[in-house]
């Protein structure tokens, strides 16, 4: 069996959230109070996790899974799951998104990750400055960013890439600093599109800094030379004055790319998500914790690709941001 769509599309890439729960407070994406977290009990187990992890690897041709939250560090046994997800056969890329930390420091999970068999490490980081750090994720904990970053490359995580989000009046200033910065330390930096996935429904596309102006920006600086190959990734790369460095751009909004998209999502309650943007979540939870044998579910969640939407839908008349934040939908 495949994880295929009605258009064609066959996800091969699940994101599997592992809690809603974050130790940062980003304006964009939730409120500084927190929000009214999943309670325990709704909470995936670890060997759950790894059932539909096995499943979805083993029966239905998933090759890459991305540990999201929330932030996943957060949970417990963190570095256990990743090596029994490691261990299964056929053997699936492993990664992680994460705000970086606890990945260095005294008891950093860096180490432990790379030793468990973890792939690849993406880290967030949106500012170079302390006193904006602590605006945009209301936490002043830039050095321990920095120093989970420098924990990862001392892991052997290469290239550990750094994701950023640029928001117009915010932080759009610091396109250049913030690759130049990457460049020297051998980060392949990401920008993101700031997308409508925020808890307060605060999202105007007015205030989004298009991929085109990223671009603008990094070609007054650098030379900028479309990489080849792109295939199904998210991100559009371009090499960096000739190379070796190069510099990713995701489009999500106003260049999306939905026709070659080879995601799904599972979230950290056991729901089915085939679209960052879903309107609907399919229950896998239920029967998985009913006796429902593996059979089953896969068919289930066959059912639950199947259905998936031609985009996302945002350029559409009456477009409604989903009712999940993107913390608990997870990235």
Known sequence: MQLADSYGRVATDLRVSLTDRCNLRCTYCMPAEGLAWLPRPEILTDSEVLRLVAIAVTRLGVTEIRLTGGEPTLRPGLVSLVQAITALVPRPEVALTTNGLLLGG????????????????NVSLDTLRPDRFGEI???????DVFAGLEAAARAGFAPVKVNAVLMR????????????????????????????????????REQMVTAAEILDRLAAEFTLTPAPGRGNAPAELFTIDAGPGQVGVIASVSAPFCAACDRVRLTADGQVRDCLFARTESDLRTPLRSGADDEEIAARWVRAVRAKRAGHGIDVPGFVQPARPMSAIGG
Do not use: K
């Open 137 to 143: 994720t209301r936490r002043h904990r830039l050095d």
């Open 169 to 204: 009046g915010v932080n759009d200033d610091e396109a250049v600093p913030l690759l130049h910065w990457c460049l020297d330390r051998g980060y392949e930096l990401r920008f993101i599109e700031q997308m409508p996935l925020d808890a307060q429904g605060g999202w105007r």
């Open 106 to 121: 005294s008891g950093g999970l860096a180490g432990a990750l790379a030793a468990a068999g973890m792939d690849r490490v």
